[in-house]
């Protein structure tokens, strides 16, 4: 698998082969990319005005660190607890689903694939993953400051996609909005 694209092409696959398509068998099939989706749709979730929400940002970080701290620890894709990896979508719903992101995932691929591939393989993706726990450890205090756990989220979800589309020139730039983000989260946490 090279792009998003791809990874909707395998859930099209399982979609046709089966009646009901298990949350599991879509992880599976998206193999280490499992990852990327998880830490990166919490992170945009934050980034809406749902992020203002009291413990919202909280949430959202410790279910991205959970997410990448198996990354770090080496896991070749998301493991997720048997009730939620058992349950299941109609193969209908992720096949209208699938068609519905394909002009997303086209113009993520268009983007944002192929560049400095070196940056987005071997232990840069473990280096991500630590840098998303260290960012998510910044949300809790920031959060009593409006919107300040958002500098945090943008980077996470900066390395969500790196990780989607294998795209290591995006992974560098989101290594330097982590470098952004403990700047202006230290110097908004102290006042300054």
Known sequence: MHGACDILDR??????????????DVIEAMGARSFGPFIMLPALIELSPLGAIPGIP???????????AQMLLGRDHLWLPGFIENRSASSQRVLKATDKLRPIAEWMDRWFHGRMTRFASGPFPRI????GIALTLTVPPLEFIPFASSAPMLAIAAFGLALIVRDGLLMLIAGGLTVAAIVVGTMLASGG
Request: net charge negative; with cysteine; aromatic share 4%.
């Open 58 to 68: 909280t949430f959202l970080a410790l279910t991205i660190a959970l997410t990448a």
């Open 11 to 24: 859930l099209r696959d399982l979609a046709q082969d089966e009646d009901d398509v298990p949350i599991g």
């Open 128 to 131: 991500a993953a630590g840098c």
